[in-house]
């Protein structure tokens, strides 16, 4: 094994048993289960909650694709768990703009039905950032248009409703 799986020591709140708990790496440890080994090398290190989230959220952008409205709740909780978190240090550790993050943020505030639309490819991630600034009870109006138009129609569509909500 190249790069070995990243771990870290946990244990079970009922039970009081340690036991080690997977960060990233689980493909490869899936790959040695299957290869019919008992033991894997592993990386260990000390985290908390916040910077386990924060090591997965960062490698799963980087190496596989994610669900984007999915990968917002995640984003969401991070800056939650650790209120000292600014958006511009969250931006730096993911190696991502703070546009984009605000945009992937904006995420969160589509509904649940939504939100499977954008995890399962039916609305592109630009539609969805922009139907997300909408109100929830009009999300739906344009719901239609966000899976059939292309961003370029799209776009121009949701910035006039919002001005039209603006200017009410």
């Known amino acids: 094994i190249l790069n070995p799986p990243l771990g870290r020591m946990c244990k079970d709140p009922e039970t009081g048993e340690e036991y080690i708990g997977l960060i990233d790496g689980l493909q490869r440890f899936n790959a040695v289960k299957d ?20 090591a997965q959220l960062a490698t799963n952008l980087h190496k596989i694709e994610t669900r984007p409205a999915e990968y917002a709740k995640q984003l969401n909780r991070l800056l939650s768990i650790d209120p000292f978190l600014s958006m511009v240090a969250l931006a730096e550790k993911l190696s991502v703009s703070t546009g984009w993050l605000h945009d992937r943020l904006g995420l969160v505030k589509l509904n649940e039905k939504i939100a499977a639309l954008v995890d399962d490819g039916d609305i592109c991630v630009s539609n969805a950032n922009h139907l997300a600034k909408l109100p929830e009870d009009e999300q739906e109006n344009f719901l239609d248009r966000a899976q059939t138009d292309t961003p370029q129609k799209f776009i121009p569509e949701v910035k006039a409703r919002l001005a039209e909500i603006r200017v009410a």
Do not use: F, S
Request: hydrophobic share 50%; aromatic share 0%.
């Open 35 to 54: 290869a019919g080994l008992n033991e894997i090398p592993m990386l260990m290190k000390d985290m908390d909650e916040a910077g386990v989230l924060e």
